[in-house]
Structure formats: structure tokens, C-alpha cells
């Protein structure tokens, strides 16, 4: 017996900008009834272009073995969600072949799988039906699944007026607990709250850990290095790089810090977020005498700063931070204004916003930085991967020897001894 659970030869699936290519049967049946009123509203001049076409997905193939955790990891459309879609036969691919060697839970997205109409006590067991499960296994599966899911109260509520949370909640419950042999589950998990995020991982790490084959699409890479022993990078709907997880995500995080250095300096940055009212423009290092430093060293005074420019006006309440990830993205501390009580009421069109950090506490390594910034508690400006943070070794405690330590912080200590006997 085969011990292959997911396999993938040459997979491809081609869409046509304003419409599918490569139907399932619900998508033709609805192409083809819209299909009149489509030619209503657009009389084209000539036959599609080949750039009217794109491919989603293009030559992928791989293997996930029984009871193996995989992290599928990219950019916003490089094809990931299309992956799990043809897994799912959602979608038909346009070449090649993907099959799944047991029963598969699924969450794609907020609802999927769900009746809006049922009661999610009734959509329980159509999902266990749907599954193949009797009704006594779903029985005996309820209370854990309301349980888990923290909607009780509600378990005898039509579903469509759940909350996109509650939706999540009980969708994850339910694909997770009817003991599905294969999990694939999307980035849907960020709609839920972080306490019930973490609660989805540790389940999720649960059934890899009884030998459950589990395939989770996420941009969190924390989650991914957390559950999965092997990560695969898609771009652009192909394979760019498919091994063990660590390596996979310092590759995929490699390439999106250089990607944001072509974007050029901070000021001249496209993909960010915010309304604009203002917006940081550039950040540097410097030690307290305003001297302009290439690294942070640890244990040493110094200072951030942020210059930034608004919209043309003054602006008042003002709240800035920036976090501090390591080399797999996780994030490691925050410096905000607001932790210190030192939001600004009022700041000019023009200037710079100062942090200063009294003993650097960071171990030596490569660093980086996001940046975030609220007026009036609307966010005004986000950049992502905004800086490199480089941080040198130093004398932290003051000892006149190298630091010999392991971890990602040092805080400040001392030993004594005390004599118990009288």
C-alpha cells in the first residue's frame, strides 16, 4: 500500500481575466447561464489576447507523504489558494492531475462547506455526511466540536447569521474533529482571534502529531516553521523551491527583503498602507550624541529615527512603533509610543520622530524592521520590511568580555550568594 497522500503531476490551472478556464460542473452551468448577458455587456473586436490569460498555477508537481505537515508559502497570487481549490476538486485543473489518497477536511474559507439556511447543529452532521461519517461517529464527535468552537449559544442559529469569526470557529471544529485523514486549511484561520488562532495551530499540530497528513497555507511564517517540517514556495503559480521548512522560509524571506530594497528608499516605497495623512520617510540609526551608526551593539545606548512628512498639515494624536522580526519573520519585541505614555498630541507638516533605547538588548545578528503609524487612531502609514536591522556584539554586562550566550535577548542580572545556615 502506497504511503503517498497527496500527489501532484505537471498541475496547471489557466484562468481568462472576467472568467474561468478548465470548469468544474457548478462553474459551467453558471458561465453558461451568464454567459448571454455577458455578451450584452461586452461585444469584443477580435479573439482574446494572450495576455487575457493567466495561469494560476503552471507545472506543478510534488508528493506529501501520509502523516507529513507541509506549509505552502508566497506572495498574495502566486497560486496558493488555487492549489488547495483543484485539491479540493472546488475547481478543475487545465492540465495535469492532482489525487488524494483519503478523506479530506478542508476550510478554504469563511463558510465553505456550510448550508447559510441550516443550523450549525444541522451543518455538523451534513459536513460528517459529506465526510462519510455515521451518524453515531458525528455523535460522538458534537459536544468536543461545539466545545472547541465556543459557539453554544448559538449552535442552533440558521449559520448565515454568524459572524465571519463564528463561521471560522465552527468550520475549523468541525473539519479538525470529524477525524479527517487529510487537513487542508487556508489563511481563513486570520480571520478568528489570536487566542483561537493559536488554539486552531495547536490542533492542527495534534493531528500531525497521530499522523494526520496536514497542508496549511499561511503568511505567518511563525506558524509554518512552528507545525510543518517541510515548506513549499510557490510564485507565480510554479514551484520556486520545495524542502525542509527552516530552509524554505530563509529562502522565501530572503527574496521579499530583496524585493522591498528594489523598491528603493523608504520614501520612494509603493507597497505600503494607510491614508497618507502621514507618512516615515526614511530611518537611521545614531548614538546619543546624534553620530550616525551602521549597527546597533548590544548593551550601548542608542537611538531610532523616523523622519516623516504629512499631508501638508499638522497632525495631532500620533502614535508610531516599529517591531523587530528575526531571519524567519517572527516578531521578537515592539518599540510604541504608546507602551511609554509618549504618543504625540500635535506634530508639525515636517520632522523627525525620535525613540531612544538606553541598553540595546538584542543578540548579534540580521534584523528586520516594519514600521506602523496612526493619526487619530486611523492608520496613516505601513511598510513592511521597512529597514535592515544589523546588531553587533558588545559588552552588554559590562564585564570586559564577549558575549558567550544563545537566545534573542539579554536583560540585565545579578547573582549573590546567601548564607541559609545560621
Known amino acids: 500500500m502506497s504511503d503517498i497522500a497527496i500527489r501532484t503531476q505537471n498541475l496547471g490551472k489557466l484562468y481568462r481575466t472576467g472568467q474561468y478556464i478548465g470548469y468544474s460542473l457548478r462553474e459551467g452551468l453558471t458561465s453558461a447561464f451568464a454567459a448571454p448577458f455577458r455578451r450584452l455587456r461586452h461585444r469584443p473586436a477580435a479573439a482574446p489576447a494572450e495576455d487575457d490569460y493567466i495561469w494560476a498555477l503552471k507545472d506543478v508537481s510534488f508528493e506529501v507523504k501520509q502523516g507529513e505537515a507541509v506549509g505552502i508559502i508566497g506572495r ?22 492532482a489525487e488524494i489518497c483519503g478523506r479530506v477536511g478542508s476550510l478554504l474559507e469563511v463558510g465553505t462547506g456550510f448550508h447559510g439556511e441550516l443550523t450549525g447543529r444541522e451543518n455538523i452532521y451534513l459536513n460528517g455526511a459529506v465526510l462519510g461519517m455515521k451518524k453515531k461517529e458525528i455523535d460522538s464527535k458534537f459536544d468536543e466540536i461545539v466545545a472547541f468552537s465556543e459557539v453554544e449559544r448559538f449552535i442552533d442559529t440558521p449559520v448565515k447569521r454568524f459572524s465571519s469569526g463564528m463561521q471560522v470557529r465552527l468550520a475549523f471544529a468541525v473539519a479538525a474533529h470529524l477525524e479527517p485523514e487529510i487537513l487542508l486549511v487556508d489563511e481563513v484561520l486570520a480571520v478568528g482571534d489570536a487566542a483561537f488562532q493559536k488554539k486552531c495551530l495547536g490542533k492542527m499540530g495534534d493531528a500531525a502529531g497521530v499522523g494526520r497528513t496536514v497542508l496549511l497555507v499561511s503568511h505567518r511564517m511563525e506558524a509554518i516553521m512552528g507545525l510543518c517540517s517541510r515548506a513549499i514556495w510557490l510564485d507565480s503559480g510554479s514551484i520556486v523551491s520545495d524542502g525542509p521548512a527552516d530552509k524554505v522560509v530563509r529562502e522565501y524571506l530572503s527574496e521579499v527583503s530583496r524585493q522591498a530594497e528594489l523598491q528603493g528608499t523608504l520614501a520612494e516605497r509603493t507597497d505600503r498602507l494607510g491614508n497618507g495623512r502621514l507618512r516615515i520617510t526614511g530611518f537611521r540609526m545614531q548614538d546619543r550624541n546624534g553620530n550616525p551608526l551602521d549597527s546597533a551593539i548590544v548593551g550601548d545606548a542608542m ?113 549573590r550568594f546567601e548564607d541559609t545556615h545560621d
Open 303 to 415: 537611538e531610532f529615527v523616523l523622519p516623516y512628512v504629512t499631508a501638508g498639515e499638522p497632525v495631532r494624536n500620533v502614535s508610531v512603533w516599529f517591531w523587530v522580526r528575526d531571519s524567519y519573520g517572527r516578531y521578537l519585541t515592539c518599540f510604541w509610543s504608546r507602551l511609554t505614555g509618549d504618543d504625540f498630541e500635535h506634530l508639525p507638516p515636517e520632522g523627525e520622530l525620535v525613540c531612544s533605547v538606553p541598553h540595546f538588548p538584542l543578540m548579534p545578528g540580521i534584523y528586520s524592521i516594519d514600521i506602523s503609524v496612526t493619526v487619530n487612531g486611523i492608520r496613516a502609514d505601513k511598510i513592511e520590511k521597512a529597514a535592515k536591522l544589523e546588531v553587533a556584539s558588545g559588552d552588554f554586562f559590562g564585564t570586559g568580555r564577549p558575549l558567550d550566550s544563545s537566545g534573542d535577548f539579554l536583560c540585565e542580572h545579578s547573582w
Open 76 to 97: 498574495n497570487g502566486a497560486g496558493k489558494t488555487t492549489l488547495l481549490r483543484v485539491l479540493t476538486r472546488i475547481t478543475e485543473p487545465t492540465e495535469g492531475y
